[in-house]
């Protein structure tokens, strides 16, 4: 069994995929596998903004910041 440390690799790297691909920091939960997303979302790389929706986070900003939401909002709105 692998790591926590190749797993969120691999997770990482898909979600750099999806990145690169659509050139975004916004995507949409169907965009990863439930496994990838999980993942991601409990180590603090994604950050929920409405149900099935995330945004790309840097896991060390301290919580109450605003400043991911104020740079992802209007990529939201328009893939919303």
């Not at 692998?2 to 790297?13: E, F, G, K």
């Not at 999806?18 to 990838?36: A, F, G, M, P, Y």
Request: aromatic share 12%; no cysteine.
């Amino acid at each position: 069994m692998a790591n926590i440390q190749v797993l969120l690799t691999n997770s990482l790297s898909k979600l750099k995929e999806i990145q690169d691909k659509e050139n975004t920091t916004v995507i949409k939960s169907n965009q990863l596998s439930r496994i990838h997303l999980n993942r991601l979302i409990d180590n603090n790389f994604l950050l929920p903004i409405i149900k099935g929706w995330y945004m790309i986070s840097n896991p060390n900003v301290k919580i109450g910041d605003t400043t991911i939401w104020y740079a992802s909002y209007w990529q939201f709105i328009s893939k919303y």
